[in-house]
């Protein structure tokens, strides 16, 4: 069974730092990008970084610079390093795969 878990998700001060972890199963997934997005309160669900399979990145502009997508192959994981919290990135955080979608974990950004 094709499953990603994510988890990390705390509320934490604007200017603080969370690590996202997706544990992924079911499938080779060192063959696959995987992505993080978003959806926050009232709005749509957004892209926030991709990493393909030989480690290659890209970023929203919204996050560019504060965010680190990264991956272990041998752990089967893809984690989100968010350093400079603001309270706009509060939002559930979804991992992604084409077309698998993990249940989310809720980032709250306030003081």
């Known amino acids: 069974q094709v499953q990603l878990v994510e988890s990390g998700g705390d509320l934490v001060q604007p200017g603080g730092s969370l690590r996202l972890s997706c544990a992924a199963s079911g499938f080779r997934f060192s063959s696959y990008t995987m992505a993080w997005y978003r959806q926050a309160p009232g709005k749509q669900r957004e892209w926030v970084a991709s990493i393909t399979n030989i480690g290659d990145t890209n970023y929203a502009v919204a996050v560019k610079g504060r965010f680190t997508i990264s991956r272990d192959n041998a752990k089967n994981t893809v984690y989100l390093q968010m350093n400079s919290l603001k309270p706009e990135d509060t939002a559930v955080y979804y991992c992604?795969?084409?077309?698998?979608w993990g249940q989310g974990t809720r980032v709250t950004v306030s003081s």
């Open positions: 992604y795969r084409p077309i698998i």
